[in-house]
């Protein structure tokens, strides 16, 4: 059973520089741990959904940063190495998730985690929409920020119903690389009661980025 879960952004940006969020993630990620439970998992955004163990090592050496964690041959995403860094510890496995996995996809993979121990905490890796100024990555779009506010708002509320219903293609057109994490989130939370709050968002470069913790 999902007994807490705490959203983080899964880019390099929040390792390197970028302080307050840095910083805001560290609550969050402390919230989980004093949460107790019996398996802390990391969930994150990639190309394929693939399942590694606690002592898989990370590397953030293509994106020109020197930081590398865990033993062995990187082998981590990106949102997971990100993930590592920040707990400065291995939790009890990493679970990465194809970016264009369906809802329902994104659902069962989440009941399954949140079913995988009693007491089972959520460190989730998702950012939002990367079209929210003209300077952002992906081409500005006006739909950015009102998707980007609906993302903040369900974190904010504890709310798994408002991210089960985000729309995957607008997602993909908004460029919002955290979608399927968070649905599973939604997966793993199914019909509990949560209490949310956002500690921090921010969306210096056009991202948006947001650190929020849900516990029971």
């Not at 981590?76 to 707990?87: H, K, Y």
């Not at 679970?95 to 399954?112: F, H, I, M, N």
């Not at 079209?131 to 920020?145: E, K």
């Not at 509990?192 to 500690?199: A, I, Q, S, V």
Request: glycine fraction near 12%; hydrophobic fraction near 45%; aromatic fraction near 4%.
């Amino acid at each position: 059973m999902l007994v807490a879960a705490a959203v983080c952004p899964p880019t390099p940006l929040v390792v390197q520089v970028m302080p307050d969020l840095r910083s805001a993630c560290h609550t969050a990620i402390a919230a989980l741990r004093a949460a107790r439970p019996d398996a802390l998992l990391v969930v994150g955004g990639a190309e394929t959904t693939t399942a590694y163990d606690a002592t898989a090592a990370g590397t953030l050496r293509p994106w020109g940063l020197d930081h590398t964690t865990g033993p062995g041959e990187p082998v981590l995403p990106l949102s997971l190495t990100v993930a590592r860094l920040l707990m400065n510890d291995a939790p009890d496995g990493f679970q990465s998730v194809a970016s264009d996995a369906t809802t329902d996809e994104c659902r069962e993979l989440g009941e399954e985690l949140g079913k995988s121990a009693d007491r089972v905490a959520l460190l989730v890796m998702a950012d939002g929409s990367a079209c929210l100024s003209p300077r952002a990555p992906g081409r500005y779009d006006d739909a950015a920020g009102p998707y980007n506010d609906r993302i903040g708002r369900a974190v904010a509320d504890g709310d798994p119903a408002a991210l089960a219903a985000l729309d995957p293609g607008e997602a993909d057109r908004l460029w919002v690389g955290g979608r399927a994490a968070l649905q599973v989130l939604a997966g793993a939370a199914g019909a509990g009661t949560f209490e949310g709050r956002l500690l921090m968002a921010a969306a210096p470069y056009g991202v948006g980025y947001l650190a929020g913790l849900w516990t029971t």
